[in-house]
């Protein structure tokens, strides 16, 4: 199962490795990643709110919508 800080590594590594720019960078911008009780959301348990320009939001939330298939719920840590 994959944690709540994983994901948020596996998106800034990801944000770093295709858009450029340093994964402590694309980690603020991101934020933490809120997780919700499963079962009130069982097909998806987290959310991000993500800041930064038009482009830095737009590019995180594509990436998301990727990640909310591969991995739609995470575990605290």
Do not use: F
Request: aromatic residues 4%.
């Amino acid at each position: 199962m994959t944690t709540a800080s994983q994901l948020q590594d596996r998106i800034a590594t990801t944000l770093s490795r295709t858009i450029g720019g340093t994964q402590r960078r694309w980690r603020l911008l991101v934020g933490p990643i809120k997780l919700y009780d499963r079962t009130t959301h069982p097909h998806c348990n987290w959310t991000v709110r993500p800041s930064g320009g038009a482009g830095e939001v737009a590019a995180i939330e594509r990436l998301l919508d990727t990640l909310r298939l591969e991995v739609p719920i995470v575990e605290e840590g």
